[in-house]
């Protein structure tokens, strides 16, 4: 009733502002007291699951703690996924959802996502991620009609997915989406760079607006807002996109076993804020330690790494390991006025390559060497080659000032740092006297034009470990 309300333009600007007062109501709750409510949702959740047959391989009963039951990942689900049978779900099969994560390592996964929880999202999540979108730290500056570009893929992508089930209900009528979903990606990129001008608002990837939309437009952008769904690019390019979109870039994150789980912070460029409604969210911190102490929303501190593992309050996904590392940044978000901790994202733990057996290469080292050499980067990937019974990284990138037959210059560089900051990596080089890594700069645009053919609810590249067919789909992008 409200939707079909807000499609009248009188009423819609009316309702609009009310909402906008109340924008960030559910996030000024306390968080203990957000905490105590998701018990009662958990034993409610745990009365259903007991009698499902993923339930009873979990060890669910009525009398069951969340902390006694065992870490979970994909290989669990998956066979209920892929050979689905009505007594193994909390719901009736039809009101699962299949969705489909974008296949980056070489291995594509589909979920059954309960639509009930995709619809939660949008009505409870979804308006507090726009309305932060719009908000330039003093006030909401979104207005009935304003234009909302979203770069995503298709169903049976997670967002494309969303997309077409908000749409439907029309949860966000005071909004022109553009533009069509279905378009392909390039489609996607032309329609930005050819209707920036009636463009209020972006959902991009951050590679996508420094590669393809900024060298293309002959005047800065006046954005009301723009979330970035690569974190690690987007901050290594974030002076460079305040200065031509006019505004902060923000920041969220979703995966597919998550739903959309996240709002912006608003006070914390690129960082963001769990939502106590969405599920519950433990944190095993990343630093060694004798025993590995799992800790709540309430309990991190403020600069450490933890890694996430995440209950979904409505479906089956139980106590799920996301191998994703989220670093504390802040307590609390004076704009918002909550007292829920803030995170940026900080690495997949799985994204991780062995030389030999001596050193583990994780992407969120790769990029910090980048940085720390002042080398501006589009992307790169990795894969392990093996020469004359030896290992080598080989690390294919592409930087915005390119600077051809730079390649060994720019690898003695990178060899250098990691010699330096890694003592498993000098032990590798010392014993087997030799550069464990190898460096091909790609050309101007490789990964434009490969990101083109990607699918997904956002174009991306496996940074580590790319699989051989993926590999030579770069190398040969053009």
Partial sequence: MLESLMENPTLGKFILERLKTNAFDSFEIPLSKALENQTRTLNYKFEHLEKTIIGKKLGVHNKTKLKNLPYTDYTFYEPFYENPSPDAFMYPLEEYAPIKTSGTTGKNKTFLIPRKAMRKALRETALPVIFALFHDGKKITMQYGDTFYLNMGPAPYLSGSMFNMGSKEKRAP?????????????????????????????????????????????EPLNLKGIIVMDDLIAKTHKEDIEKFTGTSPKTCF??????????????????FIFDPRRGIFEFAPCEKTQTEEIVGLDQVQVGKIYRLIYTDLIGEITRYDTTNAFKCIAKGDNIINTDYPIFEYSARLDATISIMNFTRIGETELLDAFHNLGLKLVDFTTKIKTEQGREYLHIYAELIDQDQNQDIKIEDKIHQYLYTNNPDYKLLADSFTYKPIKLSLLPKDAFTNYLENRKGSFPKICRIGISDYELQQLCSSK
Avoid at 197 to 212: E, G, H, N, R, Y
Avoid at 254 to 271: A, L
Wanted: net charge positive; glycine share 2%.
């Fill in 174 to 218: 005071f909004l022109n989406l553009v533009p069509n979903i279905n378009l392909t990606y390039k489609e996607k990129v032309d329609y930005f760079i050819l209707n920036y001008k009636k463009i209020d608002a972006v959902w991009i990837v951050a590679s996508t607006l420094i590669t393809q939309v900024i060298p293309k437009l002959k």
């Fill in 254 to 271: 979703s995966s597919t076993e998550t739903i959309s789980p996240t709002i912006p912070s608003i006070q914390h460029s690129m960082g």
